[in-house]
C-alpha cells in the first residue's frame, strides 16, 4: 500500500504554488539585472537554458580565480557559482608548503555577484607557489601562482578582447595555442561577456572558457561597455545616461550593478592609483603592473569620456556616428571635452617617472586612439567617424598620446573587432607611439573592416606587405596615422573566415623590441602551425615609440648614476618634458628637436638624483 506522509503532501502543495516576488537586487526600475545567478533556490526554471548551469555539484562551486602580485603582496580573486541558503558564504585560500597545503586567508564570498578576494601582504614574488581555494567540505578550485619573471630575457604578453556570446561552448583551439605560447600575461581587454544584464552568469561562462590559461599565470581584466550593460559607453564621470545606447554620457545601470562588475573583474589587479569614487560612488580601478621588468599602465578609457549627445551637431544616423564627408573635423573637438580626464592624465605623467623594477613601459586600455575603421557591421555599411573610438575628442587624444609617448609605450587595446597594427600621429604622421588592436576571440557580433574608398595605399605604405592598403592615412577625425597591418574579416558567416583570434606581444629587454603577433582563433601552433594573419608579425624598435624627427643630439651621458639609469630630457625654452626612459645604453646619443638648451636629470629609479642644466644638442 502506497503511504505519503502529510509532510510530503504539504511539500508538494507548496512547490505547486507561484513563487513570491523577489526582491531586485540592485533597483527597483531594473528587477531581473543578475537575476540568473541569485540564491540557488530563488534561480527561476525557465523553457529555455541559462548562459550556464548553475547546478553544479557542491564540489565544483568554485568556478575559478584571477590573480596578480606586485610591491609584495598578492591579490586573488575567486569566483563561485551560486550558493544555496543554508550554504557557508566564506571560502579559504590554500598555498602549498613544504609538500602540504596550509591556509593563509578566508574571504567573504560576496553577495550579488558570488566572487570573494584575498589579499596576502609579505608576499615574496621571487617563489611559484601553488594555491587553491576551497569552499565548504569538497569544493575546490587549484592553480599556480608564477613568480615574477624578472630574470626572463623575453616577455610574453596575450591581449585579447571581445568574446561573443552568440558562439557558445569552449574555445579550445585558442586555449590550445595560448598554453603552448605560455605567456607571462593575460591582458582581457574588454567585452568579456556580452550578456548585458546578466553579467555574473556571463563573467562565469568567461570563467570557464578561459580558466585553464589563467589559473596559473597573472591576468589582467578591465571591462568594457559590454561588461556593464550598454552598447556604448561614455562614462562622464559617472553620470547617469538616459539610454543603453548611451551617447548622452553615464552609465544606464545602476551603480551597485556596475560596481559588481568591477568588483568581480578587476579586484585583484593592484590597488588604484587614485581610489576615489567618481559619481553615483562608482569605483574606479586605473592601476599599474610590473611583470618581467615591462611596467603596464592600465587606463579607463571609457569612465571619463563626454557623450557626444547635446555637445556636438548631430552628422549621422546616430549622435556618434557622423557620415557627412564635407564636415569640418575640428568642430568636433570642442573645448571642455574629456577623454581620460585629469585624474588619470596625473597617473599617466606619474607612470611616465616612476621606473622602479621597470626597463620598459606598455599602455593598456579597451580601445583604441584612434579610427582605423571603414567599414561597420556589415560591408555595405561605410562610416566616416565613430565617436566611440578614442580618436575622440581629438585633444584629449593627442594628450594621452604625448604622455605614453614620453615612455617611450606602444599601446596595445581591443574593442573595435579589428585586428591592426598602427602608428599614430599626432603633430606629424609617425611622431607618436604604435598602437596594437586585438582581434575578436569571436567575431560574430558587428564585424569591421580597413577598406579605403579609393582602394589604393597611403603614402609611404609598408614595402613587401601582402597587404594592398597600408601607408599614411587621416582616419575620419583628421587623426593621422601609418596603418601597418589589418586583418578584415573575409567572411563573417563562415567561422573560418571570421578573422577572429588574438594578439600576442615578445618583449625582447635585450635588443629592446617589441614583437607583435596575430594568431587565427583556429590555427594549431601545437601542430607547428606558424600561420599569422597577412602582414604579421611587426617588430618595432621600443625607441621609435617616440617618432619626432630629431634636429640634434645630447652628448652621451658622463658619470651615470647606475649602470642602467632612469634618464630625463626637458626641453629648457618650453618647460616640456620629452621623454622619461631608463637608459640600457648610455653612450646612447640622445635624440631633441628643436636647439634647446636642455636639461638632463637622472637616477636610479626615477630623475630625481642628478641634474645637468644648459645642455646644447650637437648636429
Same mark, same amino acid.
Given at each position: 500500500?502506497?503511504?505519503?506522509?502529510?509532510?510530503?503532501?504539504?511539500?508538494?502543495?507548496?512547490?505547486?504554488?507561484?513563487?513570491?516576488?523577489?526582491?531586485?537586487?540592485?533597483? /527597483?526600475?531594473?528587477?531581473?539585472?543578475?537575476?540568473?545567478?541569485?540564491?540557488?533556490?530563488?534561480?527561476?526554471?525557465?523553457?529555455?537554458?541559462?548562459?550556464?548551469?548553475?547546478?553544479?555539484?557542491?564540489?565544483?562551486?568554485?568556478?575559478?580565480?584571477?590573480?596578480?602580485?606586485?610591491?609584495?603582496?598578492?591579490?586573488?580573486?575567486?569566483?563561485?557559482?551560486?550558493?544555496?541558503?543554508? &550554504?557557508?558564504?566564506?571560502?579559504?585560500?590554500?598555498?602549498?608548503?613544504?609538500?602540504?597545503?596550509?591556509?593563509?586567508?578566508?574571504?567573504?564570498?560576496?553577495?550579488?555577484?558570488?566572487?570573494?578576494?584575498?589579499?596576502?601582504?609579505?608576499?615574496?614574488?621571487?617563489?611559484?607557489?601553488?594555491?587553491?581555494?576551497?569552499?565548504?567540505?569538497? /569544493?575546490?578550485?587549484?592553480?599556480?601562482?608564477?613568480?615574477?619573471?624578472?630574470?626572463?630575457?623575453?616577455?610574453?604578453?596575450?591581449?585579447?578582447?571581445?568574446?561573443?556570446?552568440?558562439?557558445? $561552448?569552449? *574555445?579550445?583551439?585558442?586555449?590550445?595555442?595560448?598554453?603552448?605560447?605560455?605567456?607571462?600575461?593575460?591582458?582581457?581587454?574588454?567585452?568579456?561577456?556580452?550578456?548585458?544584464?546578466?553579467?555574473?552568469?556571463?563573467?562565469?561562462?568567461?570563467?570557464?572558457?578561459?580558466? &585553464?590559461?589563467?589559473?596559473?599565470?597573472?591576468?589582467?581584466?578591465?571591462?568594457?561597455?559590454?561588461?556593464?550593460?550598454?552598447?556604448?559607453?561614455?562614462?562622464?564621470?559617472?553620470?547617469?545616461?538616459?539610454? /543603453?545606447?548611451?551617447?548622452?554620457? $553615464?552609465?544606464?545601470?545602476?551603480?551597485?550593478?556596475?560596481?559588481?562588475?568591477?568588483?568581480?573583474?578587476?579586484?585583484?589587479?593592484?590597488?588604484?592609483?587614485?581610489?576615489?569614487?567618481? =559619481?553615483?560612488?562608482?569605483?574606479?580601478?586605473?592601476?599599474?603592473?610590473?611583470?618581467?621588468?615591462?611596467?603596464?599602465?592600465?587606463?579607463?578609457?571609457?569612465?571619463?569620456?563626454?557623450?557626444?549627445?547635446?555637445?556636438? #551637431?548631430?552628422?549621422?544616423?546616430? #549622435?556618434?556616428?557622423?557620415?557627412?564627408?564635407?564636415?569640418? *573635423?575640428?568642430?568636433?573637438?570642442?573645448?571642455?571635452?574629456?577623454?581620460? $580626464?585629469?585624474?588619470?592624465?596625473?597617473?599617466?605623467?606619474?607612470?611616465?617617472?616612476?621606473?622602479?623594477?621597470?626597463?620598459?613601459?606598455?599602455?593598456?586600455?579597451?580601445?583604441?586612439?584612434?579610427?582605423?575603421?571603414?567599414?561597420?557591421?556589415? #560591408?555595405?555599411?561605410?562610416?566616416?567617424?565613430?565617436?566611440?573610438?578614442?580618436?575622440?575628442?581629438?585633444?584629449?587624444?593627442?594628450?594621452?598620446?604625448?604622455?605614453?609617448? *614620453?615612455?617611450?609605450?606602444?599601446?596595445?587595446?581591443?574593442?573595435?573587432?579589428?585586428?591592426?597594427?598602427?602608428?599614430?600621429?599626432?603633430?606629424?604622421?609617425?611622431?607618436?607611439?604604435?598602437?596594437?588592436?586585438?582581434?575578436?576571440?569571436?567575431?560574430?557580433?558587428?564585424?569591421?573592416?580597413?577598406?579605403?574608398?579609393?582602394?589604393?595605399?597611403?603614402?609611404?605604405?609598408?614595402?613587401?606587405?601582402?597587404?594592398?592598403?597600408? =601607408?599614411?592615412?587621416?582616419?575620419?577625425?583628421?587623426?593621422?596615422?601609418?596603418?601597418?597591418?589589418?586583418?578584415?574579416?573575409?567572411?563573417?558567416?563562415?567561422?573560418?573566415?571570421?578573422?577572429?583570434?588574438?594578439?600576442?606581444?615578445?618583449?625582447?629587454?635585450?635588443?629592446?623590441?617589441?614583437?607583435?603577433?596575430?594568431?587565427?582563433?583556429?590555427?594549431?601552433?601545437?601542430?607547428?602551425?606558424?600561420?599569422?594573419?597577412?602582414?604579421?608579425?611587426?617588430?618595432?624598435?621600443?625607441?621609435?615609440?617616440?617618432?619626432?624627427?630629431?634636429? $640634434?643630439?645630447?652628448?652621451?651621458?658622463?658619470?651615470?648614476?647606475?649602470?642602467?639609469?632612469?634618464?630625463?630630457?626637458?626641453?629648457?625654452?618650453?618647460?616640456?618634458?620629452?621623454?622619461?626612459?631608463?637608459?640600457?645604453?648610455?653612450?646612447?646619443?640622445? #635624440?631633441?628637436?628643436?636647439?634647446?638648451?636642455?636639461?638632463?636629470?637622472? =637616477?636610479?629609479?626615477?630623475?630625481?638624483?642628478?641634474?645637468?642644466?644648459?645642455?646644447?644638442?650637437?648636429?
Amino acid at each position: 500500500m502506497l503511504r505519503i506522509s502529510y509532510l510530503s503532501v504539504v511539500a508538494a502543495l507548496l512547490c505547486a504554488l507561484p513563487l513570491p516576488a523577489q526582491e531586485p537586487l540592485f533597483d /527597483a526600475q531594473f528587477p531581473n539585472l543578475d537575476s540568473q545567478a541569485r540564491i540557488l533556490e530563488e534561480i527561476k526554471p525557465t523553457k529555455k537554458p541559462g548562459i550556464v548551469n548553475m547546478q553544479v555539484p557542491r564540489d565544483e562551486v568554485v568556478a575559478f580565480a584571477l590573480y596578480t602580485h606586485q610591491d609584495k603582496t598578492l591579490k586573488l580573486s575567486a569566483q563561485l557559482f551560486p550558493l544555496s541558503r543554508d &550554504e557557508v558564504r566564506t571560502v579559504r585560500l590554500e598555498l602549498e608548503r613544504n609538500g602540504e597545503f596550509t591556509e593563509v586567508a578566508q574571504a567573504e564570498v560576496m553577495y550579488p555577484g558570488w566572487d570573494a578576494h584575498f589579499r596576502v601582504e609579505d608576499w615574496d614574488s621571487s617563489r611559484t607557489v601553488n594555491y587553491r581555494v576551497r569552499h565548504g567540505e569538497k /569544493a575546490t578550485f587549484e592553480g599556480l601562482i608564477r613568480r615574477d619573471p624578472v630574470d626572463k630575457n623575453e616577455i610574453v604578453v596575450a591581449n585579447l578582447s571581445c568574446n561573443s556570446s552568440r558562439t557558445k $561552448g569552449p *574555445r579550445e583551439e585558442m586555449i590550445a595555442n595560448i598554453l603552448q605560447q605560455d605567456p607571462d600575461l593575460l591582458f582581457f581587454a574588454g567585452d568579456q561577456t556580452y550578456h548585458h544584464t546578466q553579467h555574473t552568469a556571463g563573467w562565469l561562462e568567461w570563467g570557464l572558457q578561459f580558466r &585553464e590559461i589563467t589559473r596559473d599565470r597573472p591576468t589582467i581584466t578591465i571591462p568594457d561597455d559590454h561588461d556593464v550593460g550598454q552598447a556604448n559607453l561614455w562614462g562622464e564621470g559617472g553620470k547617469r545616461a538616459s539610454t /543603453a545606447a548611451g551617447p548622452d554620457g $553615464g552609465y544606464f545601470y545602476p551603480p551597485g550593478y556596475v560596481n559588481m562588475v568591477q568588483r568581480q573583474q578587476t579586484w585583484h589587479l593592484p590597488d588604484a592609483f587614485d581610489p576615489r569614487p567618481i =559619481g553615483g560612488d562608482i569605483s574606479v580601478y586605473f592601476t599599474a603592473l610590473c611583470i618581467g621588468g615591462i611596467d603596464f599602465a592600465i587606463l579607463e578609457d571609457r569612465k571619463f569620456k563626454s557623450g557626444p549627445e547635446g555637445k556636438i #551637431p548631430k552628422m549621422g544616423p546616430r #549622435p556618434d556616428h557622423i557620415n557627412d564627408p564635407a564636415y569640418d *573635423r575640428s568642430s568636433v573637438d570642442v573645448a571642455g571635452l574629456s577623454l581620460l $580626464g585629469d585624474r588619470q592624465l596625473a597617473f599617466l605623467e606619474a607612470w611616465t617617472e616612476d621606473w622602479e623594477g621597470a626597463d620598459y613601459k606598455v599602455a593598456l586600455s579597451q580601445t583604441a586612439f584612434c579610427g582605423a575603421v571603414h567599414l561597420h557591421g556589415q #560591408p555595405s555599411n561605410r562610416l566616416l567617424a565613430d565617436l566611440d573610438c578614442n580618436g575622440w575628442p581629438q585633444t584629449g587624444r593627442n594628450k594621452a598620446l604625448r604622455i605614453i609617448r *614620453r615612455a617611450w609605450a606602444p599601446h596595445l587595446c581591443g574593442d573595435q573587432h579589428l585586428a591592426v597594427v598602427v602608428k599614430h600621429g599626432i603633430d606629424e604622421y609617425s611622431d607618436g607611439p604604435f598602437g596594437f588592436t586585438s582581434p575578436a576571440i569571436v567575431n560574430t557580433i558587428y564585424g569591421r573592416w580597413w577598406h579605403p574608398e579609393d582602394e589604393k595605399p597611403g603614402n609611404n605604405p609598408v614595402e613587401k606587405s601582402p597587404l594592398p592598403w597600408t =601607408g599614411q592615412f587621416e582616419d575620419g577625425l583628421g587623426n593621422k596615422i601609418d596603418m601597418l597591418a589589418y586583418a578584415n574579416p573575409p567572411n563573417v558567416k563562415d567561422e573560418k573566415q571570421r578573422a577572429d583570434g588574438y594578439g600576442l606581444v615578445r618583449f625582447d629587454k635585450s635588443k629592446g623590441t617589441a614583437r607583435f603577433e596575430c594568431w587565427p582563433r583556429f590555427a594549431k601552433v601545437a601542430d607547428g602551425d606558424s600561420a599569422q594573419f597577412p602582414g604579421w608579425p611587426i617588430t618595432i624598435a621600443m625607441k621609435d615609440n617616440d617618432g619626432r624627427r630629431a634636429v $640634434g643630439y645630447l652628448p652621451p651621458i658622463e658619470q651615470p648614476t647606475s649602470k642602467h639609469p632612469v634618464v630625463q630630457v626637458e626641453d629648457q625654452s618650453t618647460g616640456e618634458v620629452l621623454y622619461t626612459v631608463r637608459l640600457h645604453d648610455t653612450s646612447m646619443r640622445l #635624440p631633441v628637436y628643436s636647439n634647446g638648451p636642455f636639461t638632463i636629470r637622472m =637616477g636610479t629609479d626615477r630623475p630625481n638624483e642628478k641634474e645637468i642644466a644648459d645642455v646644447s644638442p650637437e648636429k
